[in-house]
């Protein structure tokens, strides 16, 4: 079955903009998550959703918001752009809300902000 | 608070090397256990999980114990292969089970 999918793989925007990244969870998955990966920080926890619901947020400003459709599929949305937010952002999905069952990621989407 | 501290890398071994990557843990209540690799260019991958004290998980040749007494989760195999090149990361579920906390990744290279 097909993994976990996100668009668009890289992306590069200038500082001030706005962006928004997908991702496509397993099917039947109704969980997701997002973390964003960088060299200095490592992965941090983002957020994450289930049944449309934002069930937990990670210590990251409200520029980085979220959301998740009917359908599973969710969206971040950074606004205000910054060179630091600069980074792979990665999607996983659970069938079961709650981590103790296990991830599936994503490839990710890169991020470069100029 | 939940944290993970992995050794430092990056490790070289030459093929068909034993592996051990150190993971210990903090954590409240009882976390699942995880290691995850990341290939280059790639998102991570579950590489094998434990859910309670002293249960081993194992794939793919790689085994970790999980040692509630010593909070460690290390890594090993008996005997690496090239393809085995990746940064693999530890992670622990925090007690509620709503995020993962993950260590700062290995690079490991195995050399022929």
């Known amino acids: 079955k097909a993994g976990v999918t996100q668009t668009p793989r890289y992306l590069i925007k200038t500082r001030g903009q706005q962006v928004t990244l997908s991702c496509s969870p397993i099917?039947?998955?109704?969980?997701v998550s997002w973390y964003q990966q960088t060299p200095g920080q490592g992965l941090q926890f983002l957020f994450e959703?289930?049944?449309?619901?934002?069930?937990n947020k990670g210590n990251f400003p409200g520029r980085f918001s979220g959301r998740q459709f009917s359908n599973s599929r969710s969206e971040m949305n950074v606004s205000t752009l910054e060179l630091g937010d600069s980074a792979l952002y990665l999607c996983?999905?659970?069938?079961?809300?709650?981590?103790?069952?296990?991830?599936?990621f994503g490839s990710g989407t890169r991020l470069t902000v100029v | 608070g939940n944290s993970v501290t992995q050794m430092e890398g990056p490790v070289t071994l030459s093929e068909e090397a034993f592996l051990t990557i150190n993971c210990t843990y903090t954590?409240?209540?009882?976390?699942?256990l995880f290691w995850y690799v990341q290939y280059p260019g790639e998102g991570l991958q579950l590489l094998l999980k434990?859910?309670?004290?002293?249960d081993k998980g194992s794939n793919k040749g790689f085994e970790a114990t999980y040692r509630k007494e010593t909070t460690s989760f290390h890594l090993e195999k008996g005997s690496v292969q090239v393809s085995d090149s990746a940064v693999y990361f530890c992670?622990?579920?925090?007690?509620?089970?709503?995020?993962?906390?993950f260590g700062t990744g290995t690079s490991l290279t195995v050399i022929p």
């Open positions: 996983a999905s659970s069938p079961v809300v709650g981590s103790n069952y296990g991830y599936t």
């Open positions: 099917s039947g998955h109704r969980s």
């Open positions: 959703y289930f049944s449309e619901t934002q069930r």
């Open positions: 954590a409240t209540g009882y976390p699942s």
């Open positions: 434990a859910t309670k004290a002293d």
């Open positions: 992670a622990l579920s925090g007690n509620t089970g709503n995020q993962f906390y």
